[in-house]
């Protein structure tokens, strides 16, 4: 089942479907990796007897992402770039990789947790096709980035510093927590012209719940991991942003509302493992300027790939033009 989305004529005038899809009913969360196994069951295992020691554990996977050594296609296609060039961004240095005209408006891509720029490689030969120039790049302690610790705000910083370093994007692709990285951004002066949200992950704290239920903790343990990560960031939002919120009171759906308030795109599928369903229907509520088309059976990643969301999307955007 594919639901209907709005038409690029029908958005470009800003006339958008309004869809209110029914939940799938017995979704189940993303299978762990075989290599997670064993990792899990030691968690836990510890967890029945000290779940705080469990939890400071998790906590610290949380901030440090695994990600893989880069094969040699990922190799390649950054390779593939027409210009490369380099900034920093605090303490990290960023590489950000150009195709297409450099005068031709441009386009980032933002990719999620655990994610990397090479997830958009799809959306690079139709988008400048179109007319656009695409900036993709992997963000601090992901894909070919070497440093290891990291969190939303250095995701938000990293989006001002090409804003400011590069100029004022046209639009930007978003992904999973990128979008939510993008909505800091937008609360802190970030002006891209138009947005495309891909599975969307607006709200943190239903992440974690996600996060605990894919891993099977036991309540004591996800509690704690809970309480861990609410007084950890703390710390980070203080010295990033100058608050002492939590990063469930920050990475909310109560604060996109206040900054999705331009024009764009929401993509979504209704067995997204990661982002709940309620979730998505939450953010088209608030997001009325923003175009909607949904999927079904793609979950979180394979949607990045989808021949028709690619489409949909370059549709999108070369109607801007």
């Not at 959306?123 to 007319?131: D, H, I, M, N, S």
């Not at 909310?252 to 999705?260: E, K, P």
């Not at 790939?305 to 999108?316: G, H, N, S």
Request: glycine share 8%.
């Amino acid at each position: 089942m594919t639901l209907r989305s709005s038409t690029p004529t029908e958005r470009a005038n800003g006339q958008h479907a309004k869809l209110a899809p029914e939940p799938v009913a017995n979704r189940t969360a993303r299978a762990i990796p075989a290599s997670f196994h064993a990792l899990v069951t030691t968690v836990n295992l510890i967890g029945r007897f000290a779940p705080g020691l469990s939890a400071r554990f998790l906590q610290s996977l949380w901030f440090r992402p695994f990600h893989a050594r880069p094969g040699t296609r990922t190799q390649a296609f950054w390779r593939s770039a027409h210009r490369r060039t380099q900034m920093h961004s605090g303490q990290a240095t960023i590489d950000l990789h150009f195709w297409g005209d450099p005068g031709a408006p441009l386009l980032l891509g933002v990719h999620g947790w655990r994610g990397s720029g090479v997830q958009f490689r799809h959306f690079v030969e139709p988008l400048t096709a179109a007319g656009y120039q695409v900036c993709l790049f992997d963000m601090p302690a992901h894909g070919m980035n070497p440093t290891r610790f990291t969190h939303v705000y250095e995701f938000m910083q990293v989006l001002l510093t090409i804003q400011e370093e590069v100029g004022r994007p046209a639009g930007v692709i978003a992904h999973s927590i990128g979008c939510q990285a993008v909505v800091q951004a937008l609360a802190r002066g970030f002006q891209p012209g138009y947005l495309g949200f891909i599975s969307p992950g607006l709200n943190m704290e239903a992440m974690v719940d996600r996060f605990g239920q894919t891993l099977g903790l036991s309540e004591n343990v996800h509690r704690s991991l809970k309480a861990r990560l609410a007084k950890k960031s703390i710390g980070i939002s203080k010295a990033w942003i100058g608050t002492r919120d939590t990063l469930f009171q920050t990475l909310s759906h109560d604060v996109a509302r206040q900054h999705l308030t331009l024009p764009g795109l929401l993509i979504a599928d209704d067995q997204d493992e990661e982002i709940d369903w309620q979730d998505i229907k939450t953010a088209t509520d608030y997001w009325p300027l923003a175009g909607q088309r949904f999927s079904s059976g793609l979950g979180h990643y394979r949607i990045l790939k989808d021949e028709a969301v690619i489409a949909d999307l370059t549709a999108y955007f070369k109607a801007l033009l």
